[in-house]
């Protein structure tokens, strides 16, 4: 079955770097997309496609993408960006899509 | 502006059935596929299903495993609105559905979604 791997958490000081990874054996095939959850509140896109940003998202939040694994990096973390991140693909049907479980950025 | 809006969330119990409805306004609703993404009290969230557009590709759907042969997803373009009939509920289906406006993973508008809890 279609599965994506993610860390369960992440903790950043503020302004520092933060990483999230994600794993699947479709991802050389298929796109990644990112998604930023804040408690109480819908998700919300910041990443499509692997590496495109939508209009609106802050230039600090990039992807990037190599074999099997898909990472979603934010520059100079702020206390706003602490959130859960969801990454998202297809199998290699394109029919059937799943999430990953999810990375909780925590910003120290 | 583009808005969604869930509604028909609510108590229902095992073995029941439920219709939830996406109205949304703001763009051309028959141009677009439209997405059920669900999440269970603090879980994550799990992809449920989606409704191509007619336009092109058939309004065809697509469906996770765990919920195919239970769930239905239509549309009605006439009237804005996406559907999710969920049949044969079980406490495992307890969670708050959203629907998406969707370009292929590209969920790019979300409704603020509705809380199906499925309990006796």
């Known amino acids: 079955s279609h599965e994506l791997t993610q860390p369960p958490s992440v903790s950043v000081s503020p302004g520092q770097t933060a990483r999230i990874t994600c794993s699947g054996d479709?991802?050389?095939?298929?796109?990644a997309y990112w998604y930023q959850q804040r408690p109480g509140q819908a998700p919300v896109l910041v990443i499509y496609e692997d590496t495109e940003r939508p209009s609106g998202i802050p230039e600090r939040f990039s992807g990037s993408t190599s074999g099997t694994r898909v990472t979603l990096t934010i520059s100079g973390v702020q206390a706003e960006d602490e959130a859960d991140y969801y990454c998202l693909s297809a199998d290699s049907s394109g029919t059937s899509w799943v999430f990953g479980g999810g990375t909780k950025l925590t910003v120290l | 502006e583009v808005h969604l809006a869930e509604s028909g969330g609510g108590l229902v119990q095992p073995g029941r059935s439920l219709r939830l409805s996406c109205s949304v306004s703001?763009?051309?609703?028959?141009?677009?596929?439209m997405s059920w993404v669900r999440q269970a009290p603090g879980k994550g969230l799990q992809w449920v299903g989606f409704?191509?557009?007619?336009?092109?590709?058939?309004?065809?759907?697509e469906y996770a495993a765990s919920v195919k042969g239970r769930f239905t997803i239509s549309r009605d373009d006439s009237k804005n609105i996406a559907y999710l009939q969920m049949n044969s509920l079980n406490t495992e289906d307890t969670a708050v559905y959203f629907c998406t406006r969707t370009l292929s993973g590209r969920y790019d508008h979300w409704g603020r979604g509705t809380l199906v809890t499925v309990s006796s």
């Open positions: 703001g763009f051309n609703f028959d141009e677009y596929a």
């Open positions: 409704i191509r557009s007619k336009k092109g590709y058939g309004g065809t759907v």
């Open positions: 479709a991802l050389p095939k298929e796109y």
